[in-house]
Every structure is written in structure tokens, then in C-alpha cells.
């Protein structure tokens, strides 16, 4: 997927792949493996993937548990 995404120009990075092959039990803690791509190729990301018989699982714009950390990292507290 990342070499397929390359060869279109789309910058992608993986979040957790060598955590869950480390421990597989930590896929659901952890969210499962991320695929990021800049917000300005989502859309074109999205459709060549599917277009080209790629899983790409559910969309999601916000890791809700990652923002409430980055929040309480920062000293928000909501």
C-alpha cells in the first residue's frame, strides 16, 4: 500500500505496524495499523485505493483517545 501510494506521489506514513507485529495483542489497544496522508490528498488517496481493491478499513479524521492525550500533554484539561 505504501509503495502504491508512493508511485501515485501521495506521501503516506505507517503508525503502529511494528508495534502490532511485535505484539499482536496491542492491534485493538492501540487503534490497529495507521495510514496517514497529508489532509490536501486524502480524498485521492482514499479513491485510488479502493479503486485499485485495497481494505482500507473505516476513515477517521481524529484519533479521539490521541487528542484527549495531546490535549492533557499540553495542560488542557478538556
Do not use: C, H
Not at 506514513?13 to 486524502?42: C, E, R
Request: glycine residues 8%.
Amino acid at each position: 500500500m505504501m509503495a502504491f501510494l508512493d508511485a501515485q506521489g501521495i506521501q503516506a506514513v505507517l503508525n503502529n505496524a511494528i508495534n502490532t507485529q511485535v505484539d499482536p495483542m496491542l492491534s485493538n489497544a492501540l487503534g490497529g495499523v495507521q495510514l496517514f496522508v497529508p489532509n490536501s490528498q486524502a480524498e485521492l488517496a482514499i479513491a485510488l485505493l479502493r479503486e485499485n481493491g485495497f481494505d482500507i478499513g473505516y476513515e477517521s479524521t481524529e484519533n479521539k483517545l490521541v487528542s484527549w492525550i495531546n490535549k492533557l500533554m499540553a495542560g488542557k484539561k478538556k
